[in-house]
């Protein structure tokens, strides 16, 4: 069992519509962090998500922590081609360090 | 600032074979991680290096091993190699622990 299941697993969707992905779990986090990944690279920080039921915006990608701390949803509004990647949600371990736990990921194309 | 490099990019290896993988991290962090990435699996922690020290480790078998010099830079090894560890192998860096991490490119390694 993962410890983060991410959903949609695959999605492919035409430029200029919109988005949600979602990051569950059972288990209660004090924060948690999403990545977007594209071919060829390393995973790039995208925004931590602190507070239960906080919400933080990056241009037009916007960031939801749910109340309960559990999960996570990251909407994209009117998707560009340049957004096309793997996008991972990841917790950090509790016992301190920077051991990142990752989800599953959603793999996103976005086509012209 | 230059960021993660690792080397080699690409590196194509027989099953007994060992590798050693390397890593640099950005100037000025003293935390560095290994991360496994295969289709299967996702990204996975393999093990985290602070000041020299090993301050975390994944659930890998004893093949995988790593080490950090004074200079911050990292290693990781993996001998007898299997078929199952062909991956991307990812090294992340960050100034202490529990800040942003900063993820280089990649290692691919093949094993045939």
């Known amino acids: 069992t993962q410890l983060l299941e991410q959903s949609p697993q695959f999605l492919s969707i035409q430029e200029g519509e919109n988005l949600t992905v979602y990051c569950n779990s059972s288990?209660?986090?004090?924060?948690l962090q999403w990545y977007r990944q594209e071919p060829g690279e390393g995973p790039v920080l995208l925004v931590t998500?602190?507070?239960?039921?906080e919400v933080k915006k990056l241009k037009r990608l916007t960031f939801q922590f749910g109340d309960a701390r559990k999960d996570s949803s990251l909407h994209i509004t009117a998707a560009q081609p340049g957004d096309t990647g793997l996008y991972l949600c990841?917790?950090?371990?509790?016992?301190?360090?920077?051991?990142?736990?990752f989800g599953t990921g959603t793999q996103l194309k976005v086509e012209l | 600032k230059a960021g993660v490099t690792q080397t080699p990019r690409y590196l194509i290896k027989t099953r007994g074979q060992q590798v050693t993988l390397s890593c640099s991290p950005i100037s000025g962090h003293r935390s560095v991680s290994w991360y496994q990435q295969t289709p299967g699996q996702g990204l996975q922690f393999l093990f985290e290096?602070?000041?020299?020290?090993?301050?975390n480790k994944g659930n890998f078998p004893g093949r995988f091993s790593g080490r950090q010099f004074s200079n911050s830079r990292s290693e990781m090894n993996v001998s007898t190699l299997e078929l199952g560890d062909s991956a991307l192998y990812l090294c992340?860096?960050?100034?202490?622990?529990?800040?942003?991490?900063?993820f280089g490119n990649g290692t691919r390694l093949t094993v045939t």
């Open positions: 990841a917790v950090l371990y509790t016992g301190g360090g920077n051991k990142l736990t």
């Open positions: 290096y602070f000041s020299e020290t090993q301050r």
């Open positions: 288990s209660v986090f004090s924060s």
């Open positions: 998500v602190v507070t239960g039921g």
């Open positions: 992340a860096s960050s100034l202490v622990g529990r800040s942003p991490l900063h």
